[in-house]
């Protein structure tokens, strides 16, 4: 069993900028994509990044450019710098790990097609 731990959610002004890491435990094997999804009140869990153990990075339209995914796969750690925030972005910050075949597999941009999940760090932007 996997667990994630995420932090560096927080407040922070439109146009900002939040840095979220996230930590395996025990380290994810070595095909394990990692990602991050959000959540904001009353809407689905959304695919926000992912990347996969051969560093291949995937994004949403609207965060790309924005935001940028990155692993340090001896570490086991997952991280998300996001600049230029915008209040649309308040969420709930998930970070996900799930194995989709292959080192250089596309992950999912699906919520259920992952295995495990953090527990969760607020995002919020003020306008």
């Known amino acids: 069993q996997v667990q994630l731990v995420e932090s560096g959610g927080g407040l922070v002004q439109a146009g900002g900028s939040l840095r979220l890491s996230c930590t395996a435990s025990?380290?994810?094997?070595?095909?394990?994509?990692m990602g991050w999804f959000r959540q904001a009140p009353g809407k689905e869990r959304e695919f926000v990044a992912a990347?996969?153990?051969?560093?291949?990075?995937y994004y949403r339209g609207s965060v790309e450019g924005r935001f940028t995914i990155s692993r340090d796969n001896a570490k086991a750690t997952v991280e998300l710098q996001m600049n230029n925030l915008d209040p649309e972005d308040a969420a709930v910050y998930y970070c996900?790990?799930?194995?989709?075949?292959?080192?250089?597999?596309?992950?999912?941009?699906?919520?259920?097609?992952?295995?495990?999940w953090g527990q969760g760090t607020q995002v919020t932007v003020s306008s």
């Open positions: 025990p380290r994810t094997g070595s095909a394990d994509a």
């Open positions: 996900s790990a799930s194995r989709f075949g292959s080192m250089r597999a596309t992950p999912s941009r699906n919520a259920e097609a992952w295995r495990y």
């Open positions: 990347i996969n153990w051969a560093k291949v990075t």
